[in-house]
Antibody
Framework: EVQLVESGGGLVQPGGSLRLSCAAS????????MSWVRQAPGKGLEWVAN????????YYLDSVRGRFTISRDNAKNSLYLQMNSLRAEDTAVYYC???????????WGQGTLVTVSS | DIVMTQTPLSSPVTLGQPASISCRSS???????????LSWLQQRPGQPPRLLIY???NRFSGVPDRFSGSGAGTDFTLKISRVEAEDVGVYYC??????????FGQGTKLEIK
């Protein structure tokens, strides 16, 4: 059974940093692209970033490029999102999701809440 | 970027009755490989999103056959043949034709009358 478990969310001040983790199990992480998707409170879904199988290629939403860094450690079955220079508008539940060729975002974690506030 | 527009944004439905949600993209979702990467997600209250339909009309594993998808090019529809209480939630269309980036519709809230 595919499982994705996010952690690392919390309350952070504007301008601060946070590192999210996603622990993957039930499949071979190194076979898949992986994505981060966020959802602001009461709002819709917004794709944030993704990374290819070996971590050599990364893509970002324009509004987070230069502030967020996606990475992975296939040996540890983990995906990460380093978030710097956080803004109030980054407040959201952050989900990690498995990109399945031909299907899109086929599996999702439960999410971790990031709140940016003073 | 491709913009996805859903209608309606809210849909009150009677249990046992059908429901339909439309999704329009700002440009064709036909990929150069000939496939159309249009998917539908369901998000029940307090839950993460769940994949329902991929490539317009293919049901994901475990999805009941009362859910169906149709459409082509820029216009797509999700239909529920007979709404059940567990179908309450928000439904999103999403495109992966511009993979590796994804865009989503605004979401349609399905509620019981």
């Amino acid at each position: 059974e595919v499982q994705l478990v996010e952690s690392g969310g919390g309350l952070v001040q504007p301008g601060g940093s946070l590192r999210l983790s996603c622990a993957a199990s039930g499949f071979t992480l190194s076979d898949y692209y992986m994505s981060w998707v966020r959802q602001a409170p009461g709002k819709g879904l917004e794709w944030v970033a993704n990374i290819n199988q070996d971590g050599s290629t990364k893509y970002y939403l324009d509004s987070v490029r230069g502030r967020f860094t996606i990475s992975r450690d296939n040996a540890k079955n983990s995906l990460y999102l380093q978030m710097n220079s956080l803004r109030a508008e980054d407040t959201a539940v952050y989900y990690c999701a498995r990109d399945v060729v031909g299907l899109g975002l086929g599996d999702w974690g439960q999410g971790t809440l990031v709140t940016v506030s003073s | 970027d491709i913009v996805m527009t859903q209608t309606p944004l809210s849909s009150p439905v009677t249990l046992g009755q059908p429901a339909s949600i439309s999704c329009r993209s700002s440009q064709s979702l036909v990929h150069s490989d000939g496939n159309t990467y249009l998917s539908w997600l369901q998000q029940r209250p307090g839950q993460p999103p769940r994949l329902l339909i991929y490539k317009i009309s293919n049901r994901f594993s475990g999805v009941p056959d009362r859910f169906s998808g149709s459409g082509a090019g820029t216009d797509f529809t999700l239909k529920i043949s007979r709404v059940e209480a567990e179908d309450v939630g928000v439904y999103y269309c999403t495109q992966a034709t511009q993979f590796p980036s994804y865009t989503f519709g605004q979401g349609t809230k399905l509620e019981i009358k």
